[in-house]
């Protein structure tokens, strides 16, 4: 390819390499010149251009992209048609995106023009995500480098999605007099949020003494069970492991099995077990494990949840990005193949779990005060149904018989949330991490006890939302003041999900990097019904 400036009369078959514009018209980079656009362009007084002249051999930037992307298995990916020289690959499934950094660099050393950029190794992705994208620098580029370039790729799996695979998890947690009771159902709690993202469920929790034999008979038992699903047992301990002859460790050994790592060289996450029994992988959790921030354990199950049999060099080899840091959710790469506004979907939560302590101590429930003859907390799920999300998840704790009692038969998914006394984040990661809300491109946040919102306010966020690409944050304001709802992309769910306490989601929003689009709703937004002055003063009647 001859690069430079042309005079307009001698640059017939050149491919521009800007846009020219024109009085009546323009001409878009990429265009390749004939002979009745050169006289349109010197009639217009353009008598020189900037473009390429591409020679025998060259292939052009989108065709080049192409060859590069049909070198790479197809299994579980999806790949955008060619635009700019670029395509971009996406996985088909949630699962874990693995890179051969080396076959990576080697492709990206056969020549300059030509280039592979994608996420790092072993990184969980969802349905939807891109995960790399192939790119063109010129115009066009040399035929040879190109199959160079599909030789490397064919060589070697220089990156795949392995898609998670259910399994049944048991659970065996020691017990020590020093560890509270609400500590360790806090631990189930935390511990099915992370399989239900995964696709995974915890099947089964036996607590047992803070002994080795204690706990290689409850692996025993575990294993016994029969399960439908592949089996993974997860163990932990009431205290923390400090030696290869620990209790864990031990453990794993008198069920018969094997110890492969003791320790690991990710902070937090240091003080991990894993072993197998059979083919069963036995785990023991460290014990930064018994919150949802990530640490070392969510590395090692990611691998036994995508199929992979993690060894002793897998695990030493994880000190390089090992320090982890507390950072929210980050956008992906940008993507030039935007999905069409009306098939980004938008899954409601609806927040129903609070204890209603304003309330007063054993007073009427204000999600069930009627508004017009109906439970509040019917009226939202019937208004949040109405905003043509495509599903709407109710988020239950306090009084649970009596709010689904009051939801009735509507086409709601339903999902508990025994730890709803610890705060909105527990309810906040219930809701998100169903499976409905996770297949989402959004999540609408909505809480259950403003009376204000119609309709009518969801279908104008969720038509901002589409607008936006699905790539904002939208938030219902009254007098550009921040309020409720707000809808979340599906990016920042992960960190949702991590959130602890009796907190929102407020920090995720300003700290995400996504632009925020407030969206006016009017007094809505602010209006909750806090105490039974507030349910009357908005209209309700306190029932129950």
């Known amino acids: 390819m001859i690069f430079g400036e042309f005079q307009t009369v001698e640059a017939e078959g050149t491919v521009l390499a800007h846009s020219v514009r024109l009085s009546d018209g323009s001409f878009s980079k990429g265009h390749k010149l004939d002979r009745s656009d050169i006289d349109r362009l010197t009639a217009a007084g353009i008598d020189r251009v900037i473009a390429a002249r591409i020679e025998a051999g060259d292939l052009m930037e989108d065709e080049a992209a192409e060859q590069l992307a049909r070198a790479i298995a197809p299994?579980?990916?999806?790949f955008s048609e060619a635009a700019t020289g670029r395509v971009n690959i996406h996985s088909a499934v949630d699962g874990l995106f693995v890179a051969n950094r080396a076959a990576v660099d080697r492709l990206n050393s056969v020549d300059p023009a030509i280039t592979?950029?994608?996420?790092?190794?072993?990184?969980?992705?969802?349905?939807?995500?891109?995960?790399?994208?192939?790119?063109?620098?010129?115009?066009?580029?040399?035929?040879?480098?190109?199959?160079?370039?599909?030789?490397?790729?064919?060589q070697s799996t220089v990156f795949e999605v392995k898609p998670f695979q259910p399994h049944a998890v048991s659970l065996v947690a020691t017990e020590l007099p020093s560890l509270k009771t609400t500590v360790m159902d806090k631990t189930a709690r935390i511990l099915s949020q992370r399989l239900q993202v995964a696709g995974s469920a915890l099947q089964r929790e036996e607590r047992v003494a803070h002994e080795a034999n204690a706990?290689?008979?409850?692996?025993?038992?575990?294993?016994?069970?029969?399960?439908?699903?592949?089996?993974?047992?997860?163990?932990?301990?009431?205290?923390?492991?400090?030696?290869?002859?620990?209790?864990?460790?031990?453990?794993?050994?008198?069920?018969?099995?094997?110890?492969?790592?003791?320790?690991?060289?990710?902070?937090?996450?240091?003080?991990?077990v894993l072993g197998r029994v059979g083919d069963v992988h036995?785990?023991?959790?460290?014990?930064?494990a018994r919150s949802p921030k990530e640490n070392g354990f969510d590395w090692v199950l990611d691998r036994i949840l995508a199929g992979e049999q993690p060894t002793p060099r897998d695990i030493s080899g994880m000190g390089v990005g090992g320090l982890l840091m507390e950072i929210q959710s980050r956008p992906r790469p940008r993507d030039v193949v935007v999905k069409p506004a009306a098939e980004i979907s938008v899954a409601v939560v609806l927040l129903a779990a609070g204890k209603a302590s304003r309330m007063g101590e054993g007073g009427a429930h204000k999600l069930l005060a009627e508004f017009d003859g109906i439970p509040l907390v019917r009226r939202s799920a019937s208004i949040a149904i109405a905003s043509g999300a495509s599903v709407v998840v109710t988020v239950t704790g306090h009084r649970r018989e009596d709010i689904e009692r009051a939801l009735g038969d509507l086409a709601v998914e339903r999902v508990h949330n025994?730890?709803?006394?610890?705060?909105?984040?527990?309810?906040?990661a219930a809701g998100v991490g169903t499976r409905a809300a996770q297949k989402a491109d959004g999540v609408l946040v909505m809480l259950a006890d403003m009376p204000g919102i119609t309709s009518d306010d969801l279908?104008?966020?969720?038509?901002?939302?589409?607008?936006a690409g699905g790539q904002v944050i939208v938030r219902a304001v009254s007098g550009g003041k921040r309020g409720n709802p707000v809808i979340l992309p599906r990016s920042v769910l992960n960190a949702v999900m991590r959130l602890e306490g009796d907190v929102g989601a407020r920090h995720i929003i300003e700290t995400s990097g996504f632009s925020v689009i407030d969206v006016e709703i009017g007094e809505a937004a602010h209006l909750d019904v806090d105490t039974p002055e507030?349910?009357?003063?908005?209209?309700?009647?306190?029932?129950?």
């Open 75 to 78: 299994d579980h990916l999806t």
């Open 116 to 154: 592979l950029a994608c996420l790092a190794d072993h990184v969980p992705v969802r349905s939807g995500d891109m995960v790399a994208t192939f790119k063109i620098i010129p115009l066009a580029v040399s035929g040879a480098k190109v199959a160079a370039g599909v030789d490397v790729l064919r």
């Open 215 to 272: 706990v290689a008979e409850a692996i025993c038992r575990a294993l016994e069970v029969r399960d439908r699903l592949p089996k993974l047992v997860i163990v932990f301990g009431a205290s923390a492991v400090i030696d290869a002859g620990d209790v864990i460790p031990a453990a794993i050994r008198l069920a018969g099995g094997e110890v492969i790592q003791v320790g690991m060289p990710v902070d937090p996450g240091n003080l991990l």
């Open 282 to 288: 036995v785990v023991g959790a460290p014990g930064c």
């Open 418 to 428: 025994a730890d709803y006394a610890s705060g909105m984040a527990s309810s906040l």
């Open 459 to 467: 279908k104008a966020l969720i038509a901002a939302f589409r607008d």
């Open 534 to 544: 507030a349910v009357v003063a908005a209209g309700g009647i306190l029932r129950g």
